[in-house]
C-alpha cells in the first residue's frame, strides 16, 4: 500500500529565512504525482507546488521549490524569503498516475515569526 | 476561477440523526472527492465520484453514503451520526485528465 509520511509536526522559521519540510512516500509505482497543499488557518486548500515522477527537474514556483529523490522517495518543500502569509498547514500528497485517488501525509504545521 | 463551495462552514448534530453534508462545483469537473480532516491523521478519502449516479469507496467510507444525481453538487450523507464522526469534512473537485484538486473550505462536525 502507498503510504505518504510526514515526520514533522511542526516547524517555525523567521520570517525573510528558509525552511524545509520533509516527506516520504512509499510506492512500488513508478508513473506518479507528488504534491504540497496549503491550508491556511480557516481557509480553503491550495496546491502550492506538484512534481511528476518522470521529471529529473526539481519543479519550481517563486519562493517555493522542491527537492525530489526518487530513489531515496523523498520530496521535501523549500520556501525561500519565508512571509508572514506562510503560516499554514502543509500536506504532502502523492497519486498514481492516470487514478484519482490522492494520498496525503499528516501534515506540517508552519509558524513564521517576524 | 474554479469555485468549490460546501453549504455549511458549522454544522452541530446529536447522535443518531441523519446528516447531509452538500457540496457544489461550478467548473463542470468530472470528479468529486468527500475527505475526512483530524489531527495527526491528515485527509483520509471517504468517497469519490467520476461521473454523475457513479461512485467508489475510498479508505474509510464506513458509515457515510454519497449521492451524485447532477454533475455539479455531490452530497455526503452521515445515515446515524456518531460521536466519532466529529470531524473538519472536506469536499474536492478535479477535472479529468488534470493534476489539481480544488477544496472546498470544509464543514466543521460536531456530533453530539
Known amino acids: 500500500a502507498q503510504t505518504v509520511t510526514q515526520s514533522q509536526p511542526e516547524m517555525s522559521v523567521q520570517e525573510a529565512e528558509t525552511v524545509t519540510l520533509s516527506c516520504t512516500y512509499d510506492?512500488?509505482?513508478?508513473?506518479?504525482?507528488l504534491f504540497w497543499y496549503k491550508q491556511p488557518p480557516s481557509r480553503q486548500m491550495i496546491l502550492v507546488i506538484r512534481q511528476e515522477a518522470y521529471k529529473q527537474q526539481n519543479a519550481t514556483e517563486n519562493r517555493f521549490s522542491v527537492n525530489f529523490q526518487k530513489a531515496a522517495k523523498s520530496f521535501s518543500l523549500k520556501i525561500s524569503d519565508s512571509q508572514l502569509g506562510d503560516a499554514a498547514m502543509y500536506f504532502c500528497a502523492y497519486r498514481i498516475y492516470n487514478t484519482d485517488k490522492l494520498i496525503f501525509g499528516t501534515g506540517t504545521r508552519l509558524q513564521v515569526f517576524p | 476561477d474554479v469555485k468549490v463551495t460546501q453549504s455549511s462552514r458549522y454544522l452541530v448534530k446529536r447522535t443518531g440523526e441523519k446528516v447531509f453534508l452538500e457540496c457544489v462545483q461550478d467548473?463542470?469537473?468530472?470528479?468529486m472527492f468527500w475527505y475526512r480532516q483530524d489531527p495527526g491523521l491528515g485527509l483520509r478519502l471517504i468517497y469519490f465520484?467520476?461521473?454523475?449516479?457513479?461512485?467508489e469507496k475510498g479508505d474509510i467510507p464506513e458509515g457515510y453514503s454519497v449521492s451524485r444525481e447532477k454533475k455539479e453538487r455531490f452530497s455526503l450523507i452521515l445515515e446515524s451520526a456518531s460521536t466519532n464522526q466529529t470531524s473538519m469534512y472536506l469536499c474536492a473537485s478535479r477535472r479529468l485528465g488534470n493534476y489539481e484538486q480544488y477544496f472546498g473550505p470544509g464543514t466543521r462536525l460536531t456530533v453530539t
Open positions: 465520484s467520476y461521473d454523475v449516479k457513479m461512485k
Open positions: 467548473m463542470d469537473h468530472e470528479n
Open positions: 510506492t512500488s509505482e513508478s508513473d506518479y504525482y
